[in-house]
């Protein structure tokens, strides 16, 4: 859609690219996918933006932070094309993604509260007596391990899976977290953390970087939030003139 260039003054893809540190070809990329409305040309062929693109570049750079790029490039696509309430869906979709993600988190916070230190003098464990403890089939443990999120060593003599203080500390967290609804492959990576730190208490700081991370998308949703509000009322101003 070719914008009215009564809305405000001419703008070089220069004039916008100089504002956010970008280069003109960043903004021609941009209109290209779809992120700004399409320019106007000069009788020379040369694109002539107004404020309205500034407007959406803004608010474009400020979804980024929130949402991901992908995300980001979507939502103002939708826009653009005048399909408001997609464009609002996917906003609301990256909120509900942002709740499963601090539910996660506190998932993760109750059930490493509820593991018990590993006693240096506990011994080894089998799949029977681990699995009864748990509540679960045998099978359960084996597809945990084809899964990467439990490890036992295998005896040497008998082929048997031995699982050690640390091997029974992962399955309890595993248990845990399935019981909350969490995928195996959610888990994993969780699993991977605690036994590069030797255990569940160096976590401490993972954690606080993940509460700061959930924290700053917050923010970063509200920010991008208005500014897509502001870059909606400047299209809604540009087609009234």
């Known amino acids: 859609m070719r914008q009215n260039s009564q809305h405000g003054g001419r703008l070089r893809p220069v ?3 100089r504002r956010h540190g970008l280069s003109t070809q960043a903004i021609r990329n941009y209109e290209a996918a779809g992120v700004l409305p399409e320019a106007e040309r000069t009788l020379h062929g040369y694109r002539t ?3 309205l693109h500034a407007s959406a570049l803004n608010a474009f750079l400020a979804l980024v932070p929130g949402h991901g790029h992908a995300t980001a490039t979507s939502i103002m696509r939708a826009v653009n094309r005048e399909a408001t309430g997609e464009a609002l ?3 609301d979709e990256s909120h509900a993604q942002l709740l499963d993600d601090r539910r996660t988190l ?8 509820d593991l ?3 006693p240096p003098e506990r011994g080894d464990t089998f799949v029977g007596p681990l699995s009864r403890r748990l509540g679960i089939r045998p099978a359960t443990l084996r597809k945990w391990e084809r899964a990467g999120v439990v490890q036992p060593r295998r005896d040497p003599r008998t082929g048997y899976r031995v699982y050690s203080a640390a091997d029974v500390r992962d399955a309890l967290l ?3 977290l399935r019981r909350g609804g969490h995928l195996l492959e959610q888990i994993a990576p969780l699993i991977a953390q605690v036994r590069s730190a030797g255990g569940v208490a160096p976590l401490e700081s993972t954690l606080r970087d993940w509460h700061a991370r959930l924290v700053a998308r917050s923010r970063a949703m509200l920010s991008g939030a208005a500014a897509l509000d502001a870059y909606l009322d400047c299209r809604s101003a540009s087609e009234a003139g």
């Open 15 to 17: 004039d916008l690219a």
């Open 116 to 118: 018990e230190p590993v």
């Open 174 to 176: 595993v248990h845990q």
């Open 89 to 91: 869906h996917l906003i």
């Open 106 to 113: 506190q998932a993760v916070e109750a059930a490493l509260r």
């Open 49 to 51: 933006y107004t404020p």
